[in-house]
């Protein structure tokens, strides 16, 4: 564009040719305006966008079916109903806060729990994205695991570890598992075993 300001809309592909937005661009950028974003060739998103991220009005879909509609602040979502799959109403969210849940691309329940200022913040579980079995469950802060959590094997559902989390990673005291019993007890850092264990 020789440095010009480009405005007007445009479609973006993956590398396999698949649509994967199409809307408004200024400077080669998702922008102010309406636009909307596909995955497998399903729309997942059809909304407002202002400097790259959802702001304003929009609604998410899993497999056609209506999942969240409300208003986004900064690519979260910030007040709205989210829906499960049979259209039955499952959470609502107030300016950022509340109970919600999210779901991977393929319909499978992502995570849930609770919300403020639209991040993950207070209890809440993750599960894997092929089975849908509960991989972890604990506190978050700032869409981060923080606290005390545990971390489950997605194949036979044994404990693999329990202790504290900062910032996504394991810190502090903790636990790890194998098989059902314990190989290591004593403190973490940065998601790694650091110092003594027992």
């Not at 698949?18 to 596909?38: A, D, P, S, T, V």
């Not at 579980?125 to 089975?131: A, G, I, N, P």
């Amino acid at each position: 564009m020789n440095g010009k300001r480009w405005k007007g809309k445009g479609k973006e592909y993956n590398i396999e040719g698949e649509l994967i937005f199409e809307g408004e661009y200024l400077n080669g950028q998702r922008w102010k305006g309406k636009g909307k974003e596909y995955n497998n060739y399903k729309l997942i998103f059809e909304g407002e966008y202002l400097t790259g991220q959802k702001n304003g009005k929009g609604k998410e879909y899993n497999n056609y079916s209506l999942i969240f509609e409300g208003e986004y602040l900064n690519g979260k979502r910030w007040n709205g109903k989210g829906y499960n799959k049979n259209g039955i109403l499952e959470f609502e969210i107030k300016n950022g806060n509340g109970k919600g849940k999210e779901y991977y691309d393929n319909g499978i329940l992502k995570f849930e729990g609770e919300y403020l200022d639209g991040e993950r913040n207070g209890k809440g579980k993750e599960y894997d994205s092929f089975k849908g079995k509960l991989i972890f469950e604990g506190e978050y802060l700032n869409g981060k695991r923080s606290g005390k959590g545990k971390e489950f094997d997605c194949y036979d559902k044994d404990i693999i570890y329990e202790g504290e989390y900062l910032d996504g990673e394991r810190n502090g005291k903790g636990k790890e598992y194998f098989g059902g019993k314990l190989i290591f007890e004593g403190e973490y850092l940065n998601g790694k075993r650091s110092g003594k264990g027992k």
